[in-house]
């Protein structure tokens, strides 16, 4: 049973494009939702974060979204480079443990 | 500093065999933890501890046993390889007792035939 689930699986985006991927959950127990960025060959580093009190946060060209009432929160990648290029987590805590979502792999085109 | 280290990098055995993969933090990270990462099903946590000589079961913890008898150190232990422990292992780490910035090692591939 994944309590974390994320779409969609890949995404390709053009240079300069917005790049969007979505993570919704079940559990109301959940405090915290990470996302974590992946490049081939390495372990995930945490991105941005977000808590349920709160409907947006913004770094640079990264943005989550958190709907708390629908249970859905999203990461947004404004003006997508190359380097963007890795695969997504996003993630949900409840005490002690981390849940992961199935992971997006994004490709952003030149 | 290293930060997150894990040993060894790849790794392949035999059914039945058993096997230590080592993990090592060197930032006094109260909060240490092993996740296997499987293509099309993320990251599931196996275990994780709080601290030195406490430690507690993830999502899939079957197989698979840990002890943390230093800060530093947090070693998986494959007690009898099966084919569906085929996977890529991270230890992961964070201040505290929470987990809300991990620092994870690069991985160990490991291979069971």
């Known amino acids: 049973q994944q309590q974390v689930k994320q779409s969609p699986q890949s995404l390709i985006v053009q240079k300069g494009g917005i790049s969007i991927i979505n993570c919704a959950y079940e559990?109301?127990?959940?405090?915290?939702f990470p996302w974590y960025q992946q490049f081939p060959g390495k372990g995930p580093a945490l991105l941005i974060a977000i808590r349920p009190d709160v409907s947006e946060k913004k770094e640079g060209r990264f943005t989550i979204s958190f709907n708390k009432s629908a249970k859905q929160f999203s990461l947004h990648i404004m003006d997508s480079q190359p380097g963007d290029s890795a695969t997504y987590f996003c993630?949900?805590?409840?005490?002690?443990?981390?849940?992961f979502g199935q992971g997006t792999r994004l490709t952003i085109n030149p | 500093n290293a930060g997150v280290t894990q040993t060894p990098k790849f790794q392949v055995l035999k059914t039945g065999q058993s096997m230590t993969l080592q993990c090592a933090q060197d930032m006094n990270h109260e909060y240490m933890s092993w996740y296997r990462q499987d293509p099309g099903m993320g990251l599931r946590l196996i275990h994780y501890s709080v601290g030195a000589g406490i430690t507690d079961q993830g999502e899939v913890p079957n197989g698979y046993n840990v002890s943390r008898s230093t800060t530093e150190d947090f070693p998986l232990r494959l007690l009898s390889a099966a084919p569906s422990q085929t996977s890529v292992y991270f230890c992961a780490s964070s201040w505290g007792q929470t987990n809300e910035k991990l620092f994870f090692g690069s991985g160990t591939q490991l291979s069971v035939l």
């Open positions: 993630a949900a805590r409840r005490a002690q443990k981390l849940v």
């Open positions: 559990n109301t127990a959940f405090d915290y």
